[in-house]
């Protein structure tokens, strides 16, 4: 990304969590290293879609972000400011300009407050008066995310799976962010439900200008909510593009393999062939060597297990969008048998 200037810079951010062993004495014997080296950045009133399978690093990238987590290393600057290590006085300036929405909105809400508590509480704590008062304030943000203001007294329990998403999409708004990390929020929902809680954030993002870092394991859901997309593989960003750009033409092997599971959505499009990746994914705790993708990758040679390949913009591809791969995908290439054991499948 060329900005110069963006809201949010993310520079070799890493996470450890450290394995602790050993009787009686607990020392630490080893790390999960749930993010390893990130580099991405966010404009102003962007979307950035974060991808990739469970236990990738997504949601720990979005609480190392909001800084709900302390950086092993690498540096998060926000508005030119550094806040990799910042205390809680130092954030306390610019807490209010970066929240959260959570995956679960059965576990993110009090189920001892009212909706009118739950939202007017980051109110309260960052002293915060608005116009006509707290409740008015409640009720309008009740009406943005389409509830009935009137249900301002009522308790978590009393709404649905959606309802309950969107008062946390208010809670989010109340203190007139300029980044919100929404770390998959729809994934708890039902289908049915789904689009009507991404078209509310696409009607939020677009209106009041705000930043959004979106997480999720879902495709098609990404490619309809961001502007540009950063897939993830076991702690890395392997690849980062145009939203547009990395759906038709995917270079990393990985990228590829995720798109070729996308449901198509036309029954007239021409059947797309499935690429069905080898084993398991490696566990965090001992990586592979090189390229964390070669154990499963059918590209993979004796450089992937030496050398781990940077992200850079590969020949061919459009400014901006960055493969971290020695081998990368052509249109035409075309996946080895090898991809999928299952006979029906090869049938």
């Known amino acids: 990304m060329s900005n110069t200037n963006p809201l949010l810079d993310v520079s070799g951010l890493t996470k450890h969590f450290p394995i602790k062993g050993g009787f009686p004495i607990r020392r630490t ?24 399978e469970s236990g990738c690093g997504k949601s720990t990238t979005g609480r190392l972000i909001t800084r709900l987590l302390e950086p092993t290393g690498g540096k998060i600057t926000y508005r030119g400011q550094d ?11 610019i807490r209010s300009e970066i929240q959260m929405i959570f995956q679960d909105p059965y576990a993110s809400l009090n189920p001892r407050q009212t909706v009118g508590k739950i939202i007017s509480g980051p109110m309260e704590i960052n002293g915060i008066n608005p116009e006509g008062g707290r409740e008015k304030r409640v009720r309008e943000l009740l009406e943005i995310v389409g509830l009935n203001p009137e249900h301002y007294n009522r308790f978590p329990h009393e709404f649905s799976g959606g309802q309950r998403q969107r008062i946390g999409v208010a809670r989010a708004l109340a203190l007139e962010p300029k980044l919100i990390v929404a770390d998959e929020p729809v994934s708890a929902l039902d289908v049915s439900i789904q689009a009507q809680v991404v078209n509310l954030l696409q009607k939020v993002q677009r209106e009041l200008g705000i930043a959004f870092v979106f997480i999720a394991h879902d495709l098609a859901v990404v490619r309809h909510f961001s502007q540009r997309v950063a897939v993830m593989y076991l702690g890395k960003i392997v690849e980062i593009a145009d939203r547009d750009d990395l759906y038709d033409n995917p270079r990393h092997p990985y990228t590829r393999a995720l798109l070729s599971a996308v449901p198509e959505a036309t029954v007239d499009a021409e059947p797309r062939e499935r690429i069905r990746l080898v084993g398991d994914v490696p566990s965090p705790i001992n990586p592979p060597s090189g390229c964390r993708f070669r154990t499963r990758c059918w590209k993979a040679t004796e450089k992937c297990a030496t050398e781990a390949p940077p992200l850079v913009q590969a020949e061919g591809n459009k400014p901006g969008h960055l493969t971290a791969c020695h081998y990368p995908e052509t249109a035409d290439t075309v996946p080895a048998p090898r991809l999928s054991k299952d006979p029906e499948a090869a049938a």
């Not at 790390?31 to 991405?40: K, R, S, T, Y």
């Not at 809680?88 to 300036?93: C, F, I, S, V, Y």
Request: aromatic content about 2%.
């Open 29 to 52: 014997v080893g790390a999960v290293q749930a993010v390893d080296g990130l580099d991405f950045q966010v404009a102003e009133g962007e979307s950035l879609g974060l991808v990739g």
């Open 83 to 93: 806040i990799t290590h910042a205390d809680r006085k130092g954030l306390a300036p």
